[in-house]
């Protein structure tokens, strides 16, 4: 079984976007990283990558082609304080989903990976 179907597929994976958008589209340092007006669009992106990276359907690379994280997120700047506000808000989603160590725990390990990983700048 894999990760996505063991937290609940789509919708639990759907529920961990929505919770971690709803503190982006309040947050005055992250929100400005998100130009649509709508913040649809990146949620229904991050969702469809997350679904793919953790075992589910491949439609992110059917629409979008290869992942290339650090390139897509190249244009915009992102240091110590971004990576943190962004993980604070991803961690209060993972929170949200009330999931058992087994399965909370790698969730969390990559997505605090990535973070880190994006970084680009400096504080």
Known sequence: MT???????????????????????????LRPMYPEEDLGPAADRLTLFLIQYWGGPRAYSEQ??????RMRHAPFRIAGAERDAWLRH?????????????????????LER?????VNAED
């Open 114 to 118: 990535a973070a880190y990983f994006m």
């Open 90 to 110: 991803m961690r209060r989603a993972v929170d949200a989903l009330d999931l058992p160590p087994q399965l909370a725990d790698p969730l969390w390990d990559y």
């Open 3 to 29: 990760l996505f179907e063991a937290i609940g597929g789509e919708p639990a994976f759907r529920k961990l976007v929505d919770e971690f958008y709803a503190g982006v589209a309040d947050d005055p340092l």
């Open 64 to 69: 979008r082609g290869h992942p290339r994280l």
